[in-house]
Each structure stands twice: as C-alpha cells, then as structure tokens.
C-alpha cells in the first residue's frame, strides 16, 4: 500500500536561517506531489506541486522553493526563513486522473 | 482566485443529529472532493465528486453537487463524538487543487 512520510513534525528556527523539510511516498510510481501551508484555523494555500522529476509549478511568489530530485521525493526550502514563514506545511500526493489527494502529518514550523 | 468557500465557518451540534457543510467555489471543476482534518493533522479524503454526478454516498456522509451553482454539501448524519474535526471542501481543475476556509464541527457527547 501507499504511505507518505512527512519530517519533521516540528521544527523552532530562528529568522533568517535556512529550512529544509522533505517528503516522501512509497508505494506508487510517478505520483503528482504538492506542498501547502496551513495558517492556523485557516485553509489550505497552495505552494508549489510537481508532475515529475525536476518539474516544479509555483503557485505563489514568496520567500520558498520546491525541488524534487527523486521520482518520489519533494522538498520543500528556504534560504532565510521570515517570521511569516510560520504555519503548519502539509506534503500530499496523489494519481493521475480524478484521483484524491493523500496528506502527510504535517510539520509545524515556528520562526523565532 | 479558484478557492472554495465553506459554510458556516462552525458548527456545534448534539449527538445524534445531522450535520450539514456547504461549499461554493468559483470556476469550472473536474471534480470535488471532501477531506477531514483531526486537529494538528494532516487531511484525510472523506469523498470525491465527478462534475458529471449530482449526489453520492459513503456510509453516514452524503454529498451533493449543483454546477449550476457552483456548491456542494456534506451532510454527516446521525452524528458521533468523534466526528469532531475540521472539515474542507477541495476543487480541482487539472493537477491543481484549491481547498476553501473549512468548517470546523464539534459534536457535543
């Protein structure tokens, strides 16, 4: 079966230190990778989303970037973290076609 | 923006009675789907709508579709304690996904 690893779960930085979060999926090939940011008791924005190997779609201009160096790897990265770079980031994969979405845990990121 | 919108933003209800969401959004979709999230989670697909269908059923979840309207409902019925969560409604169009504000249910034991 398809599982999704999502670490860490928690991560303190302080401003203007870098960040590195990674995702990982296993069990299916060739899956279509997203990461959002969850403000608290907000919805879900859309960061970036990936297709395949290398192919990266941003969503929204900001102070983050995506890479994915693996069929099933997608990181998610900063070069210096803002205080608004704080939330709760959720990596989710899915299928081609009318398929669901399927989430990690989720890290919550704080900025000091 | 394509985002969705839930309706109402909280609801606290007694076991054992229905709950009904609504959402709206603004585009043409190819599908939409439900998720639930336990706080502190990740979400969790509930169910999944096809533009072409109208209703559709899982167990104690029944959700409806008005693309003429451009909404959809969730109604959980016969409601449990540990239906307590945040639920989200998600549109997509193509490989991208646009989640609305979510209403966040609490069912009182």
């Known amino acids: 079966s398809q599982t999704i690893h999502q670490w860490p779960a928690t991560l303190v930085q302080p401003v203007g230190s870098p960040l590195s979060l990674e995702c990982t999926v296993e069990?299916?090939?060739?899956?279509?990778l997203y990461w959002y940011r969850q403000a608290a008791g907000r919805g879900l924005q859309l960061l970036f989303y990936?297709?395949?190997?290398?192919?990266i779609s941003s969503e929204v201009p900001q102070n983050l970037s995506a890479s994915r160096p693996q069929d099933r790897q997608f990181i998610l990265s900063s070069k210096k973290l803002l205080l608004s770079d704080s939330g709760f980031y959720l990596c989710?994969?899915?299928?081609?076609?009318?398929?669901?979405?399927?989430f990690g845990d989720g890290t919550r990121l704080s900025i000091l | 923006s394509q985002q969705g919108e839930e309706d109402p933003q909280a609801l606290s209800i007694q076991e054992g009675e229905n709950a009904t969401m609504n959402c709206s959004y603004k585009?043409?979709?190819?599908?939409l789907q439900w998720y639930r999230q336990n706080s502190g989670r990740g979400l969790v697909h509930l169910i999944l709508?096809?533009?072409?269908?109208r209703e559709k059923h899982s167990g104690r979840l029944r959700v409806t579709l008005d693309t003429s309207k451009k909404s959809s409902s969730l109604l959980i019925t016969a409601s449990r304690a540990a239906d307590t969560a945040s639920y989200f409604c998600?549109?997509?169009?193509?490989?991208?996904?646009?989640f609305g504000t979510g209403t966040s249910l609490t069912v009182i034991p």
């Open positions: 998600a549109t997509a169009a193509g490989n991208q996904f646009y």
């Open positions: 990936s297709v395949g190997i290398g192919q």
């Open positions: 709508i096809r533009s072409n269908e």
């Open positions: 585009t043409s979709i190819n599908n």
């Open positions: 989710a994969w899915r299928g081609d076609g009318n398929q669901p979405q399927h």
């Open positions: 069990g299916t090939s060739n899956p279509n």
